[in-house]
């Protein structure tokens, strides 16, 4: 039986990336998670980042195409076969679990998630395996619990089989007291910051990225003392 994602929403998946709300957003929040990366690698290469439930290789690509060097691994044999296609040799993609990633401790400059922790049955053990593999920082991006967009897509999972199962929606704060949670076990040292973006007043909010209604939220652990910005003090 495939695990993760079926082969029918893999197909659908790629497609919301080319709708007109799917390029406006991704569009937003690669703006965010660029911002919480920080400057890409000065040459090709010499950064390198995990893209934990890399889906169909969105993610990878653009990473791939900002200079890092880009791994990416999938539990869904679909998503990992889609990935492969699209990315050809620009990126690794490799089928795995992200509860046991099959790399040594701090193997990755950044590790990175997006939309993947609502979908894990144990979120705590995902954030765990992240924090050990990567050295620099771990990012992970969710769809904000409490925005309009995180509501729209519970009632729609409610409503109707999307064929995603009934993933969870974190809060800005519920998501920061995981990731301290799990910091606080992993004996490496961090700071937390986050961003949010996509939101339906977005040319009002564009002075506080923080603001906590926002539909797209990622929050940045900066591993050992590798703080890039600002600090958790609305995370809640
Ligand atoms: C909502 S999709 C996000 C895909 C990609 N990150 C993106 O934003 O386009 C969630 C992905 O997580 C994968 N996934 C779910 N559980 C997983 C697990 N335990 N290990 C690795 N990948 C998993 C699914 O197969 C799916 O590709």
């Not at 979908?119 to 954030?127: H, I």
Request: proline share 4%; with cysteine; hydrophobic share 40%.
């Amino acid at each position: 039986m495939t695990q993760g994602f079926s082969e029918e929403v893999a197909q659908r998946y790629d497609r919301w990336y080319q709708t007109p709300f799917g390029r406006w957003a991704d569009g937003l929040e690669k703006a965010l998670v660029a911002e919480l990366l920080g400057p890409p690698p000065a040459e090709p290469g010499k950064r390198s980042i995990l893209d934990i439930g890399c889906g169909t290789g969105q993610w990878e690509l653009w990473l791939a195409e900002m200079g890092y060097e880009v791994t990416g691994i999938d539990i869904s044999e679909s998503m990992v076969a889609k990935a492969r296609a699209k990315l050809g040799d620009r990126a690794k993609v490799e089928l795995m679990s992200a509860t046991e990633l099959d790399f040594p401790d701090n193997s990755f400059d950044h590790a990175l998630m997006v939309t993947l922790l609502g979908f894990v049955d144990k979120p705590e053990v995902v954030l765990a395996e992240a924090v050990r593999v990567a050295r620099n920082s771990v990012i992970a991006g969710v769809v904000n619990g409490q925005s309009v967009l995180g509501i729209w897509y519970k009632l729609k999972g409610i409503l109707r089989k999307a064929g995603y199962g009934r993933p969870h929606f974190y809060t800005p704060g519920e998501l920061a007291r995981l990731v301290r949670q799990v910091l606080a076990a992993s004996g490496k040292s961090a700071e937390i910051s986050w961003r949010g973006a996509i939101c339906l007043r977005q040319l009002l909010w564009r002075k506080s990225a923080r603001c906590p209604f926002r539909g797209f939220i990622a929050m940045r652990a900066d591993l050992d003392g590798h703080q890039l910005t600002g600090s958790d003090e609305d995370a809640g």
